[in-house]
């Protein structure tokens, strides 16, 4: 219900609040130097790409791997490269339980969390008239379960901390129905989490941001596959998949000071396929 123009006007305790207090210069707003950033899906694709734009302006990165132990190669590799300290932690996210515990430990081993980036996700692509139930529950437990455990349990730390970033991996297909793949589950759990990461941004507004991102697609293992690839270079004005190394730039962004003003935000990066 809407107030009256004078009942709007009266003056409210601890309003308007302070600016953050963050350097006005905007190289320096990207600096992550003493900042502690979670991210999981890490020993490839996006997350990999994500773990490096963090260690490249100088943050501490926890790498969350599922089967692929290319992440404590990695993990290693990145720590000697830029100086930052690293660790890998297997963790299923789909089980709530290890979610816990692995979160508890990156708090023993760094201090705090500064910033957990819930990029895992998985597709099994198929009409619904095709996909079995195990196969939509599979997708579910790790693209809508594996979020909620994760932010759930990041979350807690932060209220506690008083400070904290989440950064949703969402996608496109949140918003458009892909083709020529009919897909309803995975593009079911990809706005199930975008509007639940805009939730969370409101719920948590005295503690933390939330925003997602929602990428088009970007060559990984989850990228266009063989039957779709002519049709996403025809689709995207661009004319291509995105490179990783084009996505680092907004995850970075989104977890530095240069985005304090940011929050319950799903941007989309996508050369353009949802445009027509
Ligand atoms: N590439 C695209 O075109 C595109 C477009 C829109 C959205 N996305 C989203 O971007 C995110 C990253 O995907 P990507 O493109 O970088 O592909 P990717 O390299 O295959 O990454 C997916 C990651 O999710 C992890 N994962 C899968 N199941 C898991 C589980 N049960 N527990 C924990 N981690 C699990 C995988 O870990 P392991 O390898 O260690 O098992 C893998 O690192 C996904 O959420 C995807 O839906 C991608």
Redesign the pocket.
């Known amino acids: 219900m809407s107030m009256t123009v004078e009942e709007a006007g009266v003056e409210r305790p601890g309003f308007p609040k302070p600016f953050p207090n963050t350097p006005s210069n905007v190289l320096e707003q990207f600096q992550m130097k003493g900042k502690v950033t979670v991210v ?8 990999l790409a994500v773990a490096y734009a963090m260690a490249e302006a100088g943050g501490n990165v926890a790498l969350w ?4 132990h290319a ?1 404590i190669t990695r993990a290693e590799e990145i720590a000697k490269e830029f100086g930052v300290k690293t660790k890998a932690y297997q ?4 089980n709530a339980d290890a979610v816990e515990k692995t979160m508890d430990e990156v708090v023993n081993d760094f201090g705090k969390i500064d910033v957990f980036v819930a ?5 099994i692509s198929k009409p619904i008239l095709e996909q079995t139930l195990p196969e939509y529950d599979k997708q579910m437990s ?1 693209n809508v379960n ?1 979020v909620v455990y994760c932010a759930k349990f990041a979350g807690h730390h932060f209220k506690r901390q008083g400070f904290g970033n989440l950064i949703i ?1 969402s ?3 949140a918003r458009i129905v892909n083709v020529p793949i009919d897909q309803p589950i995975y593009n079911g759990t990809k706005a199930f989490i975008s509007h639940f990461g805009k939730s969370l941004a409101h719920e948590w507004k005295d503690f933390a941001r939330v925003n997602i991102v929602s ?4 060559d ?5 596959g063989e039957k779709v690839i002519n049709e996403a270079y025809r689709m995207t004005p661009l004319g291509r998949q995105g490179h990783t190394k084009e996505i680092k730039g907004l995850y970075l962004y989104l977890a530095s000071d240069a985005s304090t003003y940011m929050t319950g935000s799903d941007v989309l990066i996508d050369g353009g396929y949802c445009l027509p």
């Not at 791997?65 to 692929?68: D, F, L, P, T, V």
């Not at 990029?119 to 597709?123: E, F, H, P, R, S």
């Not at 990984?220 to 266009?224: H, I, R």
Request: proline content about 3%; aromatic content about 8%; charged content about 10%.
């Open positions: 999981n899906g890490a020993a490839d694709g996006i997350g791997y599922n089967s692929n992440a963790v299923a996210v789909e990029n895992a996700g998985m597709a790790v594996g991996t996608s496109m297909s990428p088009g697609f970007f990984t293992k989850m990228g266009a």
